[in-house]
């Protein structure tokens, strides 16, 4: 029987969310631009969507725009901070500081979504970055990142959650400092984003309580299909956003193409689940880490068992980042002599066979312990009897290792 315990890289898809998406592909499936009662249907259908998803951010729905996936959507953000100090630039009167490039701080355990395009724009030259280590429990500290400001920073981008260690970074606190100097001095307004990929679905996400400009959606992470959203406070009038994309008018220009109707309504059904059901679901994934984490001690004992997470610092209902002692036990052998769990070391699109370098490392993780470091991330679905053969799974693979030794 598998087991599987790896929701952080990836959800199945919520029963009645394929219903949407097959009714959608029977019957919505008209142009969303056409004006006849075919393209009507499948606007009003997205736009339904589109309420649920605002709904579940604390948003407005005129300020969410869908994307391809979370990837997109870092990518817009990220890439728009050029334009968007070119556009400050010119719009004032004195010239001081016009040669200066834009400023972007983030942290050193920001998924690859964010660091590869922030070190992109930085080897082209095109932007300065900080990027702010986070403290030895894994959790950014909101006055190390202030303190990295800069009259040329425009842009903060700090996740919500880890995706590795669960870890909830003080996003909130940054939020309500970020301009706090700012409009004294007449520069340029600091836009703040958060990755909220981890977060959705497991915490309460509200983007006017978070004081983000911009945060991501990522469909896959919350039994939705794979695309994504991404919010813009004020989208368009207090908030920038510069397309990536060129081409026809959906999504107010600001990601054009004709829209993928079927997964913005399965989308729109997985945001009403969360809306209706997260505490639910964040009560009962949070019981089952916690019996996980309980069992995991009981079969290796606890002097063997080392959680990569600190206990004083606020993490997902759903995450456990465990290291099992002992040589040989190396995260991704121990994972490939199981034959019932599906997990990871660390994130997907990293290789799995090598310990997470910038993540647990960067988190104060010393080495021995990040190699044997295991991933498990349990879902709404998982049971305690899950857990049960999952600790049984990873027994008969420790005997095993330790007996080939
Ligand atoms: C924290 C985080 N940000 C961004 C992404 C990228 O989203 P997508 O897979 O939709 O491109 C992921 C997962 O894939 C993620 O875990
Ligand atoms: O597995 C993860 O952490 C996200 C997909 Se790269």
Request: proline fraction near 4%; charge should be neutral; charged fraction near 20%.
């Amino acid at each position: 029987m598998a087991v599987y315990l790896d929701c952080n890289a990836t959800t199945p898809v919520a029963p009645s969310v394929v219903q949407k998406i097959t009714d959608a592909l029977n019957d919505e499936w008209g142009n969303p631009s056409s004006s006849y009662e075919l393209g009507v249907k499948s606007k009003k259908s997205i736009e339904e969507a589109r309420r649920h998803i605002a709904m579940m951010i604390g948003g407005k729905p005129e300020d969410v725009i869908f994307t391809s996936g979370g990837t997109e959507v870092n990518n817009i953000v990220i890439f728009g901070i050029v334009d968007y100090y070119k556009d400050w630039v010119n719009s004032q009167s004195s010239v001081e500081g016009i040669n200066e490039k834009p400023h972007v701080i983030t942290t050193n355990v920001e998924h690859d979504a964010v660091i590869q395009p922030i070190k992109h724009l930085e080897k082209k030259g095109v932007i300065d970055v900080s990027i702010v280590p986070v403290s030895r429990r894994g959790c950014v500290v909101p006055q190390d990142v202030l303190s990295q400001v800069r009259h040329t920073t425009c842009l903060i981008t700090v996740m919500l959650a880890n995706n590795e260690t669960g870890v909830i970074m003080p996003v909130e606190e940054i939020g309500r400092e970020v301009n706090s100097q700012r409009k004294k001095e007449k520069l340029i307004r600091i836009l703040f984003h958060t990755d909220a990929a981890q977060g959705i679905g497991k915490i309460k996400v509200d983007a006017d309580k978070l004081k983000v400009d911009y945060l991501t959606i990522v469909g896959h992470k919350f039994y939705g299909p794979r695309i994504g959203c991404l919010y813009a406070h004020g989208l368009g009038h207090e908030t920038p956003v510069y397309p990536l994309l060129h081409g026809g008018g959906q999504e107010q220009a600001y990601r054009p193409g004709t829209e993928n109707t079927p997964m913005i309504v399965g989308l729109g059904e997985a945001a009403r689940l969360v809306c209706e059901n997260l505490s639910t679901y964040s009560r009962h994934m949070e019981t089952v880490r916690d019996y996980l984490e309980e069992k995991l001690k009981e079969a290796f004992g606890e002097g063997h068992v080392t959680f990569n997470c600190s206990k004083d610092v606020k993490r997902l209902p759903n995450t456990c980042n465990v290291s099992l002692a002992g040589e040989g036990l190396v995260g991704h052998v121990v994972l490939s002599k199981c034959s019932c769990i599906m997990a990871s070391i660390g994130a997907a699109c990293h290789a799995q066979n090598k310990p997470s370098g910038r993540i647990l490392l960067a988190s104060g993780v010393p080495h021995n312990r990040a190699v044997n470091a295991i991933r498990l991330s349990v879902g709404r679905e998982t049971t305690t009897d899950d857990i049960d053969i999952a600790i049984e799974d990873l027994k008969q693979s420790v005997t095993t290792l330790s007996c080939n030794k």
